[in-house]
């Protein structure tokens, strides 16, 4: 433990180091008085050490009931959603996505997992009385190269998109000065991002959602069939980071996932996931399906007069947005299409 970095009196550090105390699981282990006997600090310097180290591990100051219930603070309430920028994709998911826990979208290549994503990346901008959190994003690319070309595109049509957002609003907003772009191709890399990179752009208040494309893409090279155990602990770790990230600074976390084909019909039954005629189910497994609050699913949905499996590729094509498990929604679904100035559902 490098007790440098906590806001303690130099005396009382150099006295942790004297004592060879390493952890804080050593100080909450000892009462007061053998912390003083073997620091020979004072009374007063114990409490506050172990003051300071509670408050470390505490992390936010705690709510009462009645605070929760009045609902004064915008940034605490249980209820606020961000926006998906489109009443009936927001009125699928009760408002929009939940500031605090891991969401993930799964689906087959070019199913509208990245449209989404870039849209939020824009939608988080907006003023909080338009669905947004004033604030910018981080997107983490692991395999594919950010497509800036396509979110030039979307913030020039954003005054299509948004129209019930007053055009004077939408000029103000320098969405492209507010959305971090991220690579990285391997584990080390993607602990590294989250756990210093982006730590410190949400402590500094520059972004309120994160945005992992694709989080199976970082697991599909590095582990073999017989790792299935270590691979489950890295996925334990990462859900957990990401959650603490998302709780401490009440950030939504967006998690683009692809598919595999069930092996069997129960599996495909369990995930509740059936895309035209092949039954798909999201990457990584019940590990990582455990972390998640919520998974959507997104697929390509066939034409009248095509043959299945075979489905338009141009831009207004009818995709299908389903709630496979949350616990504030019910199974449901409805259909969008991605068009030049973004995901728009369909009525």
Not at 17 to 29: G, H, P, Q, T
Request: charged fraction near 20%; proline fraction near 4%.
């Amino acid at each position: 433990m490098d007790w440098d970095q906590f806001d303690l009196n130099p005396k009382v550090i150099a006295a942790l180091k004297r004592a060879d105390i390493k952890s804080i699981k050593e100080i909450l282990n000892l009462s007061g008085a053998d912390l003083q006997r073997l620091t020979k600090l004072s009374s007063a310097d114990i409490q506050c050490l172990l003051k300071t180290v509670s408050h470390m591990l505490r992390g936010n100051s705690m709510l009462t009931a009645l605070q929760l219930y009045q609902d004064k603070d915008h940034c605490t309430s249980q209820h606020q959603k961000l926006s998906l920028g489109c009443s009936v994709l927001d009125n699928l998911l009760k408002g929009g996505i939940p500031l605090v826990g891991i969401t993930e979208v799964a689906g087959e290549s070019s199913a509208g997992k990245t449209q989404i994503s870039l849209q939020l990346c824009l939608c988080v901008q907006y003023p909080y009385k338009y669905g947004g959190l004033e604030s910018g994003a981080v997107y983490i690319c692991t395999e594919d190269v950010f497509p800036s070309k396509r979110l030039q595109q979307l913030i020039d049509q954003q005054h299509k998109l948004r129209a019930d957002v007053p055009a004077e609003v939408i000029q103000k907003i320098k969405f492209g000065n507010s959305i971090f772009v991220e690579h990285a191709a391997d584990l080390d890399t993607f602990h590294n991002c989250i756990t210093k990179r982006i730590s410190l752009l949400l402590t500094r208040g520059m972004v309120r959602l994160v945005v992992i494309d694709s989080i199976a893409a970082l697991f599909r090279c590095e582990f073999g069939a017989s790792d299935s155990v270590t691979k489950a602990r890295y996925l334990q770790t990462f859900g957990a980071q990401l959650h603490s990230l998302s709780t401490r600074f009440r950030t939504p976390i967006m998690c683009i996932n692809q598919v595999t084909d069930a092996v069997s019909e129960s599996e495909a039954a369990q995930c509740g996931c059936s895309v035209v005629a092949n039954k798909v189910s999201p990457a990584l497994g019940i590990t990582w399906a455990n972390q998640l609050l919520m998974r959507l699913m997104v697929s390509r949905t066939p034409q009248p007069g095509r043959p299945p499996g075979v489905v338009s590729h141009h831009t207004g094509s009818v995709r299908t947005l389903r709630v496979v498990f949350a616990p504030h929604l019910p199974p449901s679904s409805c259909h969008y299409t991605v068009k030049v100035e973004g995901v728009k559902g369909i009525k």
